[in-house]
């Protein structure tokens, strides 16, 4: 491992310079950038910084400052960590998904994102410009859903430890102190709505992972739906819940659903949209596209009466456009999910049982 | 993108059920032989649009279901080794042996990967020279010719760290020994639309002929299914016998007579072990005298062994059509996808994981009480 070797060489000799290490110096992260002396410091300064510089980051302090005036708010946290191969994807990339993801989170709590933290853990031996990427993918993802990174944090683990990048991104945010989204409170007669097609996410990743092309490439649907939740709670307030269905798919999703509020959920094959190219893709790997991840969509109950409305403002949300109502909640079978099949059929929707394997033929 | 809706479609569904109500005067068991249709007819609900008297039970036809409880273990010495890189189709690694899983395996350490090609394992022989690359070759005769090709084209190029863990059976052994049992119910068959796909369906003329059963070639689509069940059915109302064509679309007479020479090529006809059914002669193939050299069980010196099965499992029967998964009383009990105790729960295309997962462990009463 000759690089790494003279990585550590070149460290060493430039500990005794003046002027800062120039960045082109290191091309991969070195076990050093997590050391918490110069070249951390360095990766922070060169790497991170010219991404994130706005707010209490920049300022370097062991925490950050938030103003926020809570009156008639609850303050809302949830945290989440991305490992993800490729790093790179259609559609996106480990730092929007690790954006998206902590956004989403909150979104789907009623709350509006006030600011999120991201902590790094590096392989020793990962490109630096795979991080600059990551770092100005994360900026832009952090603009487009209107939140700033406020805290941060690296730290470097010997080559074959890791898996180049694991990113942990926690945040905060606001909600109205009257809003109670829960998954408890679907009731019999609601409504549950889908935001767009479904398993978009999963299949991008496999089908890259797995060499599998199609006439058109499916890209992931990561995507900021702090925006598409405004809308829907400003229409319909009385939303019973929303979910962003991301592991384990809108199955598990409505799995918790139906166990936590003591229902019964019926969806409906024909109404749920999913992509030609991932119906595809799913038929050849012998997947279940309602198992599949999504990085970009929501599931929401609402009561029936508001359902039509609400299913028009999502649709005129450029994140809402294919919108669907794919089932009701009903009083049969509490805790269970079904599905009526394209056919006709009826089959009962189950939790995942441990991770969906590609199939033998 | 023209997708298969129009075989997903419900007006077409809903007049060919009607046509099968019509059609029939008396009860009827019709058998489908592969996991893969199994799954569609559980996914869609198939079943439940047929009337009561026409009964589907489900084949043998799960390539991982059968795979034998002491092959799955050499495969697991195999993987353990440090100098060997295990590569297997992904439904394969969950399915466990007599103590262990290939899962487990990897979680351990061992170099365990899922690839979709046999051929893929060719390639990481070449990047890995200094590791023996083994593959875990099993599969009816849709996945031989892709297996036979990564072993036909291991010998040409000299890959010498390249080896076979070989579990190949064929479906006309097990259609014999099904009609065969003293306890056999199967009065028709749909043959697996993908197998014939390879093989054709020659083979099953004398068959039907010999047994007097009508045998469909089937595909893998709802209405490939209900198509598949109509045929079945007009021939069984009309005292008819002999092979049908329902999935013209995909598989001639003859077959792919490029891939059955290959096949012929590396494998001979062996007798076979299945899991569950125990061993039907002629049933599989072992690879020829010339391909040994690529033989895993040769190479790491595994000595043919016979692992006892549980003995509260009743996969053997469920194979065989004789018992449905419900008729078990450890499924979904003592028998779940986590820890299956026999073959039929241990793949998604089984028939037993099949019933767990779309629900059918549940009274369906319950589902339908509307």
């Known amino acids: 491992m000759p690089n790494e070797r003279d990585g550590r060489l070149d460290a060493r000799e430039n500990e005794n310079t003046v002027c800062p290490v120039p960045r082109s110096q290191y091309d991969h992260v070195l076990l050093g950038h997590g050391s918490g002396g110069k070249l951390s410091a360095d990766l922070i300064q060169n790497v991170f910084l010219p991404h994130l ?268 456009r294919d919108s669907a109502i794919i089932g009701q909640v009903v009083d049969e079978h509490p805790g269970m999910v079904t599905q009526r099949s394209l056919i006709g059929g009826e089959r009962i929707v189950s939790m995942l049982a441990g991770e969906q394997l590609p199939r033998i033929c | 993108m023209k997708y298969q809706d129009e075989y997903r479609d419900p007006d077409a569904a809903r007049r060919l059920a009607d046509a099968i109500a019509r059609l029939t005067t008396r009860p009827w068991t019709i058998m489908e032989l592969c996991g893969g249709q199994t799954h569609t007819i559980l996914r869609y609900g198939v079943d439940q649009l047929l009337p009561p008297h026409v009964e589907l039970v489900h084949g043998p036809g799960c390539p991982v279901c059968v795979t034998p409880l002491e092959l799955i273990d050499a495969s697991i010495e195999i993987a353990g080794r440090a100098d060997v890189i295990f590569c297997s189709y992904g439904d394969m690694l969950r399915v466990p042996g007599s103590r262990d899983d290939l899962l487990n395996v990897k979680a351990a350490g061992g170099d365990v990967r899922i690839v979709y090609s046999p051929l893929d394992c060719l390639k990481i022989a070449e990047e890995n020279p200094d590791r023996t690359v083994v593959f875990f070759a099993v599969g009816f005769e849709t996945t031989a010719p892709a297996n036979a090709m990564a072993v036909w084209q291991a010998s040409r190029r000299q890959i010498e760290n390249f080896a076979v863990v070989v579990s190949h059976v064929t479906v006309p052994p097990a259609m014999t020994a099904i009609l065969d049992s003293a306890e056999n119910r199967v009065e028709g068959f749909l043959a697996a639309g993908h197998v014939c796909t390879v093989m054709g369906y020659e083979e099953y003329e004398p068959l039907a002929a010999r047994r007097k059963v009508p045998i469909v070639v089937t595909g893998f689509e709802p209405l490939d299914l209900l198509e598949g069940i109509y045929r079945c059915l007009c021939m069984l109302e009309a005292g008819r016998h002999g092979v049908e064509n329902q999935y013209s679309r995909v598989v001639r007479r003859e077959g792919n007579t490029a891939a059955r020479q290959l096949i012929h090529e590396v494998f001979e006809v062996a007798d076979r072990r299945w899991r569950g059914l125990g061993l039907i002669p002629c049933s599989g193939y072992r690879l020829r005298h010339q391909y040994q050299q690529f033989d895993a069980l040769q190479r790491f010196k ?69």
Do not use: W
């Open chain 1, 53 to 320: 510089d706005t707010g209490p980051v920049t300022e370097l302090e062991d925490s950050a400052t938030i103003p926020c005036d809570p009156r008639d708010h609850q303050l809302v946290m949830t945290t989440d960590s991305f490992v993800v191969r490729p790093l790179f994807f259609p559609g996106g990339d480990i730092g929007r998904l690790a954006v998206h993801g902590t956004v989403n989170d909150l979104a789907v709590c009623g709350a509006q994102p006030l600011s999120l933290s991201a902590a790094f853990i590096l392989e020793e031996g990962t490109p630096i410009s795979d991080l600059e990427r990551i770092a100005a993918s994360m900026r832009a993802a952090c603009d487009e859903a209107g939140v700033q990174i406020v805290t941060g944090d690296t730290k470097v683990v010997d080559r074959g430890k890791g898996d180049q990048v694991f990113i942990t991104t926690t945040g905060i945010g606001l909600r109205p102190a009257g809003l109670a989204l829960s998954i408890r409170n679907a009731r019999a007669g609601d409504t549950i709505l889908a935001s767009g097609t479904l398993g978009d996410h999963g299949v991008a990743i496999m089908s890259l992972r797995e060499g599998i092309q199609f006439e058109t490439t499916v890209e992931s649907d990561t995507a900021p739906l702090n925006g598409l939740t405004r809308t829907m709670l400003r229409v319909c307030p009385r939303i019973r819940c929303m979910r962003d269905p991301t592991r384990g798919g809108l199955a598990s999703t409505l799995n918790e659903l139906a166990t936590a509020s003591r229902a019964g959920v019926k969806i409906d094959e024909a109404s749920i949209p999913v992509r030609d190219e991932v119906r595809a893709a799913c038929d050849l790997l012998g997947l279940d596209p309602l198992y599949v991840a999504n990085e970009g969509k929501l599931i929401a109950v609402a009561p029936a009466e508001d359902a039509q409305r609400l299913l028009q403002a999502m649709r005129e949300h450029p994140l809402g």
């Open chain 2, 302 to 370: 595994l000595a043919e062994r016979h692992v006892a099965e549980p003995s509260d499992c009743i996969s053997g029967q469920i194979l065989q059509g004789v018992k449905r998964p419900s008729d078990c009383p450890s499924f979904g009990k003592a028998c779940t996808p986590q820890h299956p105790l026999g073959a039929t729960m241990v793949s998604s295309e089984g028939a037993c994981a099949a019933y767990f997962h779309y629900g059918r462990q549940t009274d369906s009463e319950a589902l339908h009480a509307e």
